[in-house]
């Protein structure tokens, strides 16, 4: 079966997603529409691209991911179809494919399918839906679009390296209140070497150790861990950490390698 996932900034108070998910099922009625989330916030590619990335391979060869964030009709605006990764994605080129991507993508066609005037205050609903179903029904990228060589790059937010130090940065807070920070476990494991470490944050916090699990400390315990995204959490077992923490995006952390 056809898989089409969402991964909007729509919520599910208002008129626009059922549009969007209606606008689908009337085009291809036998389509599987799978939600990674609608509570992306407002305008906000970077939070909807880490989501995406750390998902997407998750899923089937083929499945079409329709992007709907920041795709308010404008002159300037490109819409595009891109392959990946043996998948496809539909989206506005506004630097989001370059945050959830690790190279280049295998195919870029700007879609030029014709457009219904009335529906251009709400692209979703005509040009992506367009798009993702002819995708997802088996169609050729090459009949949606014009080929385009490059897409808009925006740069991820670093970890750098200084001596024996790497200072990084939260970069997502996810629903249980865990403290996700731009330090991957490549990165992290390249610079260590098998050195103890301490973790600097906020507050004058530290944690010495890494946990496999939440559970691996008592509840209310603060610990750092890899989680499924590969980047270093900080989190409590069973609370709130950046609440009690007091960490928030873009806050510093710091690892310090003996």
Request: with cysteine; net charge negative.
């Amino acid at each position: 079966m056809a898989i089409i996932t969402l991964t909007t900034d729509l919520g599910d108070k208002d008129i626009y997603l059922p549009a969007l998910k209606g606008s689908i099922l009337k085009m291809l009625p036998e389509v599987n529409i799978v939600d990674i989330t609608n509570s992306v916030s407002a305008f906000n590619i970077q939070q909807a691209a880490f989501i995406l990335k750390n998902t997407f391979h998750y899923f089937p060869d083929n499945t079409v991911h329709l992007i709907g964030i920041d795709t308010v009709y404008n002159s300037f605006t490109r819409y595009l179809a891109v392959r990946y990764s043996n998948h496809y994605f539909v989206g506005a080129d506004n630097g989001i494919f370059s945050l959830m991507f690790d190279r280049d993508p295998d195919e870029i066609y700007e879609i030029n399918i014709m457009q219904d005037l009335k529906f251009l205050h709400f692209p979703l609903a005509d040009i992506f839906v367009k798009a993702a179903c002819h995708l997802a029904k088996g169609g050729a990228i090459t009949d949606i679009g014009l080929t385009v060589s490059e897409i808009e790059k925006k740069m991820n937010l670093q970890p750098v390296v200084e001596k024996n130090l790497i200072k990084g940065a939260v970069i997502y807070i996810d629903s249980f209140q865990n403290v996700i920070t731009n330090i991957t476990k490549e990165f992290f494991n390249t610079v260590q070497q098998g050195r103890r470490f301490t973790l600097y944050f906020k507050r004058n916090e530290t944690i010495n150790n890494l946990s496999w699990h939440y559970n691996e400390v008592p509840e209310g315990e603060k610990l750092c861990l890899f989680g499924i995204s590969d980047h270093l959490e900080i989190a409590i077992n069973k609370g709130n950490a950046s609440g009690l923490l007091g960490l928030n995006l873009g806050d510093s952390v710091i690892i310090d390698f003996e």
